[in-house]
């Protein structure tokens, strides 16, 4: 049973070009959320999704950054834009159900806006 | 106020001996949960260790346990007899089920341990 894909593993961007960071879940889960890493810190809680849903985006900037899951096919995490302060690991975790039971994560993005 | 705390940027235990990760969280909630993860330099977050606040007992899963202390909000990892593949980054976390977000975690600043010989 595959783990949590992410892809790609790194990613480097110039600034004003836009990032797709893609996330496929284990088999099964229907619920994905995002999370970043700055360096040197702990991951924040960015967006947690459903299949065409999106049900908690209270970690989201409210400009430039976008997701989605999609019906067919993986979660979706766009930035626009890109800044030097985006330049961070980004986590994706899938689960089974939304309350409860543990989250199981990706080997993270890492994005690098130069 | 932070909801998580770990007051130890960094820790060092040698080998074979039993290490005390420190955690400390903030939350209004009765129904909540308690993680742990383990970052190594490669970057995955691995899942240790769960304790969720009904539970009595404290969690443990192989040399890792968790000293859960509800009264002082404090849910410590202990790893016992440490071994070099140990040295990581470690973050202690939390869901609150008593919330309307109840399916993110928050996660604490980490504690890096190294093991030496």
């Known amino acids: 049973n595959a783990g949590v894909m992410q892809n790609p593993r790194h990613l480097v961007r110039r600034r004003g070009q836009e990032a797709r960071l893609r996330c496929s879940p284990m088999?099964?889960?229907?619920?994905v959320y995002w999370y970043r890493q700055l360096p040197e810190e702990g991951l924040k809680f960015m967006v947690y999704l459903q299949k065409e849903n999106i049900i908690d985006e209270s970690g989201m900037p409210k400009e430039r950054f976008s997701a989605e899951f999609p019906k067919e096919g993986p979660s979706i995490l766009r930035i626009q834009q890109v800044v030097r302060g985006d330049s961070a690991a980004y986590f994706c975790?899938?689960?089974?159900?939304?309350?409860?039971?543990?989250?199981?994560f990706g080997p993270g993005t890492r994005l690098t806006v130069t | 106020a932070q909801k998580i705390t770990q007051t130890q940027p960094g820790m060092f235990v040698q080998e074979k001996e039993a290490v005390t990760l420190d955690c400390t969280y903030d939350t209004s909630d009765q129904s909540y949960g308690l993680f742990w993860y383990k970052q190594p330099s490669s970057g995955e977050m691995i899942f240790l260790i769960y304790q969720g606040s009904y539970d009595e007992q404290n969690a443990t899963e192989g040399r890792y346990s968790l000293n859960f202390q509800k009264a002082r909000k404090s849910a410590n990892l202990v790893i016992s007899a440490s071994q070099l593949g140990d040295s990581a980054m470690y973050f202690c976390?939390?869901?609150?089920f008593g919330t309307g977000t109840a399916s993110k975690l928050t996660f604490g600043t980490g504690t890096r341990l190294q093991v030496t010989l």
């Open positions: 976390a939390m869901r609150e």
């Open positions: 975790a899938s689960s089974p159900q939304g309350t409860g039971g543990e989250q199981y």
């Open positions: 088999k099964g889960h229907s619920h």
